[in-house]
């Protein structure tokens, strides 16, 4: 993105008059009104009528389980956005049915049933048997010239994601999100916000709107927009994944990237010498577009794997010689993209020159809302009606519908441990909107340092997309480059670089399936814990923010401190490898003290799972991709389907592609035979080989009695040098077993069986004991609330260890409303991992707290994220919150609701545990 730091400071002046601007607006705001009752009713096919009075609404049914509910305020229905959104409605007639009962309205498909309550006029979704609930309006829909709003109950245990590539926890319960362009990309904004999120209640609703809004996910549910109509479509999917499908049946599924796309980027400006150019004239080696020659031939000699760049700065940059230059990227195989902040006058001459991708600029589209979803849309038109190549296009501020074109990913963010904290949440919870492609610049544009910027690039290796952003960083090596390249780094850090990178490499296959994946399903490649996982009540909520899948294989929990310890790795249920030692673990658990040394991310591996690699390359086109490798972690039953297709142009789309089925049938632990079963390819595009060789690394505890390859024993050989040079056999070592199978039509299934191994034996999880921490020596920091005239309400009272006295927010005079928060100083540094709170022991039961959120901090000033959120029970017992260990002398609780529904807090004990030392 680069903005020039004066433009930075110019868009948020602008941002905040424009807030000052709205802020005025809403003092002179019109009176709500809300849906009266219904007065009357008629069908249509799938498309039920109600009026309440003057005014109507219109339920459509887009399928059984979707479908749009639109209010017209005085019986007009206003549709600004057309298409451009809800691009498929069109499913064909659903069977609905309209019955009367006493109380309300029975909408009826073959899947749910609609509640419309006649006085007044209230919706609530249920499943099919009308006793299921999936939604329900506490209120009316509500309105105003300048607002539209829907609020729903909250469920006891309902939690909530989306709304886009949020910064920061994706887990939303009990939190306020705007959904509005802001441009500024920090902890807690939206980079690309959608006007869209989904419930593990097991819905959906996207609203079909350009206007900014706030969703409240607080009691009740308060989703806004402002402009003076509503209109929404809702999906009733059985379980998170399938409403995601639903959404982009109607929003468009995940585009589907070019090949090269998921290979390491490299963006700055080479033709500095442009007098134009708005950064420095006087670059090293960035004086001419040509000169980015120079740094693909460094990226080739540093044995770093790359596939693209975009050698021009949006902001006067521009470029010498394009197609020339192209030319000899291509040669060097690398493709060219450039990026834009005035538009796209020139598009059809670029992409006719061989440029292939175009990243768009917040100087451009930084207004956000329609304006920048035509310009994405502009770009992909550019580069679709101009060549026969799909789109690859990066913006900001996306929007609901962006998913199907284009990268979005989190601006302008620095290279530091607190900035990548955050971005594990914010790429993983996009996945939630749909967004598979979301993405960070490595160890961010400014800033940044050895250290950060190798364990930045370390994770974004799992995610499809990732890129560097050169320029603006911290001098190195010299005050001439201020380079972000993953070369320009003193030996031991290139080291862990090329490392990943070459994994990244070897992994295409299995990333570029997981990409097919998202593009049929909308299921994200990057997926939170509780895609995979939904009922487990540890992966529904942000004590697995910091931590992700990676497709359907990998767990992977990025270290973004400066430590050399990992802890808090939640693995859940099954059994998980260790990818660097082998180790199996048994789930679930929480891994503490796990050993990640500078040059070690930890990953672990689902046992079952297979996954396709790529002999080692640099770029796509540098070799045949022969032999192919299954890495086979055996547990049961299990497959893995392989896609492939030319993988640059758009043939896909007429069916131009394969997949190979690949299925393991194995023992679920002790001693048996493993059989791999290589399906036949079906399908064709250009360039699929006729043949081509298999390798298999199968993970087990030791040799096995024999192989065979469809029948046929196989070659065992005691050395590896033997084995590799045999075009047949299998060889064992350190609990791998490999096996080669020479070249195989791809056309033909064979199958591979390695009888009698011993699968590995789980160890259990380690964990580190942790002790309560005594009070002595704590105080109270700051209460925002207490009663000391009433009663002897205190806040002192919740930590002198005596649960007959009690802290109770203020209830004589005037008291205040929720939220109240108490912040306690241990009186020295812990590892804190954990507080626990005792309600009120007496016969009261005002202040209960329900809602709650923990926080640690160093200084008792900067707290950061919750370390923990959630629900107390309703009852008198101690309540034990636990979260990963955090160094720490400080705590603060803070209660966000009552279990009454009161505005109280009370407690009568607070304490806290550390880990021993």
């Given at each position: 993105?680069?903005?020039?730091?004066?433009?930075?400071?110019?868009?948020?002046?602008?941002?905040?008059l424009?807030?000052?601007?709205?802020?005025?607006?809403?003092?002179?705001?019109?009176?709500?009104?809300?849906?009266?009752?219904?007065?009357?009713?008629?069908?249509?096919?799938?498309?039920?009528?109600?009026?309440?009075?003057?005014?109507?609404?219109?339920?459509?049914?887009?399928?059984?389980?979707?479908?749009?509910?639109?209010?017209?305020?005085?019986?007009?229905?206003?549709?600004?956005?057309?298409?451009?959104?809800?691009?498929?409605?069109?499913?064909?007639?659903?069977r609905?049915?309209?019955?009367?009962?006493?109380?309300?309205?029975?909408?009826?498909t073959?899947?749910?049933?609609?509640?419309?309550?006649?006085?007044?006029?209230?919706?609530?979704?249920?499943?099919?048997?009308?006793?299921?609930?999936?939604?329900?309006?506490?209120?009316?829909?509500?309105?105003?010239?300048?607002?539209a709003?829907?609020?729903?109950?909250?469920?006891?245990?309902?939690?909530?994601?989306?709304?886009?590539?949020?910064?920061?926890?994706?887990?939303?319960?009990?939190?306020?999100?705007?959904?509005?362009?802001d441009?500024?990309?920090?902890?807690?904004?939206?980079?690309?916000?959608?006007?869209?999120?989904?419930?593990?209640?097991?819905?959906?609703?996207?609203?079909?709107?350009?206007?900014?809004?706030?969703?409240?996910?607080?009691?009740?549910?308060?989703?806004?927009?402002?402009?003076?109509?509503?209109?929404?479509?809702?999906?009733?999917?059985?379980?998170?994944?399938?409403?995601?499908?639903?959404?982009?049946?109607?929003?468009?599924?995940?585009?589907?990237?070019?090949?090269?796309?998921?290979?390491?980027?490299?963006?700055?400006?080479?033709?500095?010498?442009?007098?134009?150019?708005?950064?420095?004239?006087?670059?090293?080696?960035?004086?001419?577009?040509?000169?980015?020659?120079?740094?693909?031939?460094?990226?080739?000699?540093a044995?770093?794997?790359?596939?693209?760049?975009l050698?021009?700065?949006?902001y006067?940059?521009?470029?010498?010689?394009?197609?020339?230059?192209?030319?000899?990227?291509?040669?060097?195989?690398?493709?060219?993209?450039?990026?834009?902040?005035t538009?796209?006058?020139?598009?059809?001459?670029e992409?006719?020159?061989?440029?292939?991708?175009?990243?768009?600029?917040?100087?451009?589209?930084?207004?956000?809302?329609?304006?920048?979803?035509?310009?994405?849309?502009?770009?992909?038109?550019?580069?679709?009606?101009?060549?026969?190549?799909?789109?690859f296009?990066?913006?900001?501020?996306?929007?609901?519908?962006?998913?199907?074109?284009?990268?979005?990913?989190?601006?302008?963010?620095?290279?530091?441990?607190?900035?990548?904290?955050?971005?594990?949440?914010?790429?993983?919870?996009?996945?939630?909107?749909?967004?598979?492609?979301?993405?960070?610049?490595?160890?961010?544009?400014?800033?940044?340092?050895?250290?950060?910027?190798?364990?930045?690039l370390?994770?974004?290796?799992?995610?499809?997309?990732?890129?560097?952003?050169?320029g603006?960083?911290?001098?190195?090596?010299?005050?001439?480059?201020?380079?972000?390249?993953?070369?320009?780094?003193?030996?031991?850090?290139?080291?862990?670089?090329?490392?990943?990178?070459?994994?990244?490499?070897?992994?295409?296959?299995?990333?570029?399936?997981?990409?097919?994946?998202?593009?049929?399903?909308?299921v994200?490649?990057?997926?939170?814990?509780?895609?995979?996982?939904?009922?487990?009540?540890?992966?529904?909520?942000?004590?697995?923010?910091?931590?992700?899948?990676?497709?359907?294989?990998?767990?992977?929990?990025?270290?973004?401190?400066?430590?050399?310890?990992?802890?808090?790795?939640?693995?859940?249920?099954?059994?998980?490898?260790?990818?660097?030692?082998?180790?199996v673990?048994?789930?679930?658990?929480?891994?503490?003290?796990?050993?990640?040394?500078?040059?070690?991310?930890?990953?672990?591996?689902?046992?079952?799972?297979?996954?396709?690699?790529?002999?080692?390359?640099?770029?796509?086109?540098?070799?045949?991709?022969?032999?192919?490798?299954?890495?086979?972690?055996?547990?049961?039953?299990?497959?893995?389907?392989?896609?492939?297709?030319?993988?640059?142009?758009?043939?896909?789309?007429?069916?131009?592609?394969?997949?190979?089925?690949?299925?393991?049938?194995?023992?679920?632990?002790?001693?048996?035979?493993?059989?791999?079963?290589?399906?036949?390819?079906?399908?064709?595009?250009?360039?699929?080989?006729?043949?081509?060789?298999?390798?298999?690394?199968?993970?087990?505890?030791?040799?096995?009695?024999?192989?065979?390859?469809?029948?046929?024993?196989?070659?065992?050989?005691?050395?590896?040098?033997?084995?590799?040079?045999?075009?047949?056999?299998?060889?064992?070592e350190?609990?791998?077993?490999?096996?080669?199978?020479?070249?195989?039509?791809i056309?033909?299934?064979?199958t591979?069986?390695?009888?009698?191994?011993?699968?590995?034996?789980?160890?259990?999880?380690?964990?580190?004991?942790?002790?309560?921490?005594?009070?002595?020596?704590?105080?109270?920091?700051?209460?925002?609330?207490?009663?000391?005239?009433?009663?002897?309400?205190?806040?002192?009272?919740?930590?002198?260890?005596?649960?007959?006295?009690?802290?109770?927010?203020?209830?004589?005079?005037?008291?205040?409303?929720?939220?109240?928060?108490?912040q306690?100083d241990?009186?020295?540094?812990?590892?804190?991992?954990?507080?626990?709170?005792?309600?009120r022991?007496?016969?009261?039961?005002?202040?209960?707290?329900?809602?709650?959120?923990?926080?640690?901090?160093?200084?008792?000033?900067?707290?950061?994220?919750?370390?923990?959120?959630?629900?107390f029970?309703?009852?008198?017992?101690?309540?034990?919150?636990?979260?990963?260990?955090?160094?720490?002398?400080?705590?603060?609780?803070?209660?966000?609701?009552?279990?009454?529904?009161?505005?109280?807090?009370?407690?009568?004990?607070?304490?806290?545990?550390?880990?021993?030392?």
């Amino acid at each position: 993105m680069r903005v020039p730091r004066p433009l930075r400071r110019l868009i948020g002046v602008l941002s905040l008059l424009a807030l000052l601007a709205f802020g005025q607006q809403a003092q002179a705001q019109p009176a709500e009104r809300t849906l009266g009752a219904i007065t009357g009713i008629s069908q249509d096919g799938s498309t039920v009528a109600i009026s309440a009075g003057s005014d109507r609404v219109r339920v459509a049914f887009l399928q059984p389980d979707v479908f749009r509910l639109w209010l017209g305020p005085g019986g007009s229905f206003a549709d600004p956005v057309g298409r451009a959104i809800l691009t498929s409605t069109d499913f064909g007639p659903v069977r609905t049915t309209v019955t009367e009962t006493t109380d309300y309205y029975k909408i009826e498909t073959d899947a749910v049933v609609l509640r419309a309550y006649q006085k007044p006029l209230r919706f609530a979704l249920y499943r099919k048997d009308n006793q299921t609930l999936v939604w329900q309006e506490s209120a009316g829909l509500t309105w105003s010239t300048s607002a539209a709003r829907q609020r729903l109950v909250r469920g006891q245990d309902e939690q909530f994601y989306g709304t886009g590539l949020r910064l920061g926890a994706w887990a939303l319960r009990d939190k306020t999100v705007p959904v509005r362009v802001d441009n500024k990309w920090n902890e807690g904004n939206n980079a690309s916000p959608a006007p869209f999120y989904l419930s593990t209640n097991g819905y959906g609703v996207v609203r079909n709107t350009w206007s900014p809004g706030s969703y409240a996910f607080t009691s009740p549910v308060q989703t806004t927009h402002e402009e003076g109509r509503f209109d929404a479509v809702y999906f009733a999917g059985q379980g998170l994944k399938d409403v995601l499908d639903r959404y982009t049946d109607v929003t468009g599924k995940p585009f589907l990237a070019p090949i090269y796309g998921l290979e390491m980027g490299h963006a700055d400006c080479w033709n500095a010498s442009n007098p134009e150019y708005q950064g420095d004239h006087n670059r090293v080696d960035h004086q001419t577009t040509p000169d980015v020659l120079k740094y693909a031939e460094q990226a080739r000699a540093a044995d770093m794997p790359s596939g693209w760049f975009l050698p021009n700065d949006g902001y006067g940059c521009g470029y010498t010689k394009l197609p020339e230059t192209v030319k000899s990227l291509q040669d060097k195989g690398f493709y060219t993209g450039l990026w834009t902040s005035t538009g796209l006058k020139n598009v059809k001459e670029e992409v006719r020159a061989g440029s292939r991708m175009i990243k768009t600029d917040v100087a451009w589209i930084g207004g956000g809302y329609q304006k920048a979803f035509e310009g994405v849309q502009q770009a992909v038109s550019g580069i679709e009606d101009n060549s026969d190549a799909r789109r690859f296009v990066w913006t900001v501020d996306g929007w609901a519908g962006t998913q199907r074109n284009a990268v979005v990913w989190t601006g302008d963010t620095e290279g530091d441990w607190d900035n990548m904290r955050w971005h594990v949440p914010a790429i993983t919870g996009a996945g939630f909107s749909a967004l598979n492609y979301a993405a960070g610049d490595v160890d961010g544009i400014f800033a940044g340092s050895p250290d950060t910027y190798s364990r930045d690039l370390q994770w974004k290796a799992f995610t499809p997309v990732l890129m560097s952003m050169s320029g603006w960083g911290a001098k190195n090596p010299t005050s001439a480059y201020q380079d972000k390249q993953p070369w320009r780094f003193d030996a031991a850090h290139q080291e862990i670089n090329r490392r990943y990178l070459k994994l990244k490499m070897r992994l295409t296959p299995y990333f570029y399936s997981m990409a097919r994946v998202a593009h049929e399903t909308g299921v994200p490649t990057t997926r939170a814990m509780v895609l995979e996982y939904p009922n487990d009540p540890i992966a529904r909520g942000n004590q697995t923010s910091q931590q992700f899948l990676a497709g359907d294989a990998f767990l992977v929990a990025p270290v973004t401190s400066a430590t050399s310890t990992r802890d808090g790795i939640y693995l859940p249920a099954g059994t998980w490898t260790d990818y660097w030692t082998g180790t199996v673990y048994q789930g679930p658990g929480t891994f503490d003290g796990y050993q990640a040394p500078l040059d070690r991310l930890p990953l672990f591996v689902k046992g079952g799972a297979i996954v396709p690699m790529w002999p080692q390359l640099n770029h796509h086109r540098e070799k045949p991709k022969t032999p192919i490798t299954f890495d086979v972690y055996p547990n049961g039953s299990s497959s893995f389907e392989l896609y492939e297709d030319d993988g640059v142009t758009r043939r896909f789309q007429r069916g131009e592609h394969a997949k190979q089925q690949v299925s393991v049938s194995a023992p679920t632990g002790g001693r048996g035979d493993v059989t791999v079963r290589v399906g036949a390819s079906v399908g064709d595009y250009a360039g699929k080989p006729a043949s081509r060789g298999y390798e298999l690394a199968v993970h087990v505890a030791g040799a096995p009695g024999k192989v065979t390859l469809g029948g046929s024993a196989l070659t065992g050989y005691t050395k590896r040098a033997d084995y590799e040079a045999a075009a047949t056999g299998w060889f064992f070592e350190r609990g791998v077993l490999h096996v080669r199978t020479g070249s195989q039509s791809i056309g033909a299934a064979f199958t591979i069986t390695a009888e009698g191994v011993q699968l590995p034996v789980p160890q259990a999880i380690p964990t580190r004991a942790d002790e309560p921490i005594a009070k002595s020596g704590w105080s109270v920091k700051h209460v925002d609330s207490q009663e000391t005239a009433g009663e002897n309400g205190a806040a002192a009272n919740a930590i002198d260890d005596n649960p007959g006295t009690q802290w109770h927010t203020q209830w004589s005079g005037t008291g205040s409303a929720l939220p109240h928060e108490i912040q306690l100083d241990l009186g020295a540094t812990h590892e804190i991992t954990g507080l626990s709170y005792l309600p009120r022991q007496d016969s009261g039961v005002n202040g209960g707290i329900k809602g709650y959120e923990v926080y640690v901090s160093t200084d008792g000033t900067s707290w950061g994220q919750a370390v923990a959120t959630g629900n107390f029970a309703a009852d008198k017992g101690e309540k034990l919150v636990s979260f990963a260990a955090k160094t720490g002398r400080y705590l603060r609780l803070r209660a966000t609701s009552e279990i009454n529904g009161g505005t109280w807090t009370s407690a009568a004990e607070i304490g806290a545990r550390r880990l021993k030392k």
